[in-house]
């Protein structure tokens, strides 16, 4: 029988957890057995009488319950165990399969240690855009969570009303929101803010999304120019200097007329590109608010600082991480039915089975018996570095 396990989530910060009791409840009907580490679903509200309900065997004996483990689900990449003294991966026997977002661009290190202690790697980020893969897509579902608290944090921290308000002391205007970037993060911020009654503007790169912002009620800023800028899986490709250049003066007046701007624009394996430079953030409003969902890969802002809230002269910049994770809740109950429903697909009667023809196996697989299986990241996992 496979053995299953459901750790506890080391990295600072995150509540989230890649099992849930449902879920849990099906692998067990699938045949296969469960171990949820003690407390590994306190952040997300989940107590192990939950998950013991559901069929888990709960233990705290960490580096025995990682050993012994044929299948790990993780939320989040391996790293250093303080309690054990050891990194997760040095936990996993040979031969091992981890399911996680390895987000392997962003940690070349880690791939290195998967792959010279032979673990079998599935990253969720790397899982193909398909119709039949829509179901364990995660990227887009803590996404939307992203841009709906992006909206709901801006409110939160500006000092204004966002809808047009009739009041016996006149009339309040509504605020006034540019989203950057028309991705599921960027399209939910516009739901969101149109929902709280703002006025939304959308720039994005891919001009097949105006139809999409203009269906939920706001206006496309559009960029002149004859690029293709729409990557495989509809996501976007790194645009031209040129482009950029055009975006970042059609954006200058808009911006500076915004009382809220959202940013979303990631390019697959790059820096987060520059968007809003300094200058925009400075003829913006006293009083305004840029929350920058980038930040972690840099940032669209060029004054975000990752893991911080700034003020830049009177503007409030927030680069705060893992948006998701403070909505643990509702972002491990869709993490952890995407996770499954990828698992799932691993299994043929009861057993593992990792057929390399399979087009979503295939497609988010990034290490297998000491081999690393995507040529986009050679370069990356050799040029050294990333070592967490």
Known sequence: MINVLIPKEIIADEKRVAGVPDTVKRIVKAGAGVVVESGAGRGAF???EKYREAGAVIDSDTEKIWADADVILKVRHPVADDGTGKHETEMMK???????TLLPYANPGVVRRLLGNKITSFSMDFIPRISRAQKMDSL????????????????NELGRYFPMLMTAAGTIKPAKVVVIGAGVA???????????????????????????????????????SDENLE????????????????????????????????????VTGKKAPVIIDAAMVRDMKPGSVVVDLAAEQGGNCELSEPGRDIIDGDVKIIGRLNVPGSMAEH??????????????????????????????????????????????????????????
């Open 46 to 48: 989940i107590s192990d």
């Open 94 to 100: 040979e031969d091992s399969v981890l399911i996680a």
């Open 140 to 155: 887009s579902s803590q996404s939307n969570i992203a841009g709906y608290k992006a909206v709901l944090i801006a409110a």
């Open 331 to 388: 972002a491990s109950f869709v993490y952890s039915k995407n996770i499954l429903n990828f698992f799932m697909e691993l299994l043929t009667d009861g057993e593992l089975d990792i057929n390399l023809e399979d087009e979503v196996i295939r497609g988010a697989l990034i290490t297998h018996k000491g081999e690393l299986m995507q040529k986009a990241l050679e370069d990356v996992i050799e040029s050294g570095g990333g070592d967490k």
């Open 186 to 224: 960027g399209l939910q911020a516009v739901a969101t803010a149109r929902r709280l009654g703002a006025v939304v503007e959308v720039s994005d790169i891919r001009p097949a999304v105006k139809e999409q912002v203009r269906s939920l009620g706001a206006k496309y800023i559009e960029v002149e």
């Open 231 to 266: 990557g495989a899986g509809g996501y976007a490709k790194e645009a031209s200097a040129d482009f950029l250049r055009k975006q970042k003066e059609l954006l200058h007046k808009h911006v500076a007329a915004a009382d809220v701007v959202i940013c979303t624009a990631l």
